[in-house]
């Protein structure tokens, strides 16, 4: 059984720092591209970042560019989320997600979702 699970959300200020962790168990995700989505209130599921198991291919969003970071260690089966010079504009509920599409920043083509971590950034 797949299983993704985000922690490391929560309340900060603006300006503030966050480090959102997605432990990956129930199957080899070597051949999986892994990313981040977030979702406000009213708004559709956009794309942040991705990265590969294998290798150092990544890609951001532009709105995050320069401020976040997604890095994995694969011992432990786990990707993070660093981010950093957070913005109110930020705020929302954060998914880790796998998909075999590689390089994909489409969240309709990633299978498997965790249940998500609200990042709330207060001005």
């Known amino acids: 059984q797949v299983q993704l699970v985000e922690s490391g959300g929560g309340l900060v200020q603006a300006a503030g720092s966050l480090r959102l962790s997605c432990v990956a168990s129930?199957?080899?995700?070597?051949?999986?591209?892994m990313g981040w989505f977030r979702q406000a209130p009213g708004k559709e599921r956009e794309f942040v970042a991705f990265s590969t198991w294998i290798g150092s291919n990544t890609n951001y969003a532009d709105s995050v560019k320069g401020r976040f970071t997604i890095s994995r260690d694969n011992a432990k089966n786990t990707m993070y989320l660093q981010m950093n010079s957070l913005k109110p504009e930020d705020t929302a509920v954060y998914y880790c997600?796998?998909?075999?599409?590689?390089?994909?920043?489409?969240?309709?083509?990633?299978?498997?979702w965790g249940q998500g971590t609200q990042v709330t950034v207060s001005s």
């Open positions: 997600a796998a998909t075999l599409v590689r390089l994909s920043r489409s969240w309709n083509s990633y299978n498997y």
């Open positions: 129930g199957r080899t995700f070597s051949s999986y591209t």
